[in-house]
């Protein structure tokens, strides 16, 4: 089993920054995939951005590039999302993800979320 928990989220005004964390605990794979959704009300649930086990390569929605950055660190099996120039369309639950590659195939599991609220 995997458990992901998530902190960081809040209530922030419009231009300001908020730091995600997400420690991941069990059986996660060498070759794993860290990443960071959002689901707005309404709206179907999005990526954000993801990170591979190596930290070499991230990817980013087109909506957060040049604002938002992710990372990890592997030994504490933490990943960070550096939200900065918060918008109001920004807010939602957003959500960590683990992809973990094992027995030939890749597994989803989820955090429970965190509500990000960005206001005037």
């Known amino acids: 089993q995997v458990q992901l928990v998530e902190s960081g989220g809040g209530l922030v005004q419009i231009g300001g920054s908020l730091r995600l964390s997400c420690a991941a605990s069990?059986?996660?794979?060498?070759?794993?995939?860290m990443g960071w959704y959002r689901q707005a009300p309404g709206n179907q649930r999005e990526l954000v951005a993801t990170?591979?086990?190596?930290?070499?390569?991230?990817n980013y929605a087109d909506s957060v590039k040049g604002r938002f950055t992710i990372s990890r660190d592997n030994t504490k099996n933490t990943a960070y999302l550096q939200m900065n120039s918060l918008r109001p369309e920004d807010t939602a639950v957003y959500y960590c993800?683990?992809?973990?590659?094992?027995?030939?195939?890749?597994?989803?599991?989820w955090g429970q979320g965190t509500q990000v609220t960005v206001s005037s």
């Open positions: 990170i591979i086990s190596s930290a070499s390569t991230t």
């Open positions: 993800n683990v992809r973990s590659w094992r027995g030939g195939q890749w597994t989803d599991y």
């Open positions: 069990g059986r996660i794979s060498v070759i794993n995939v």
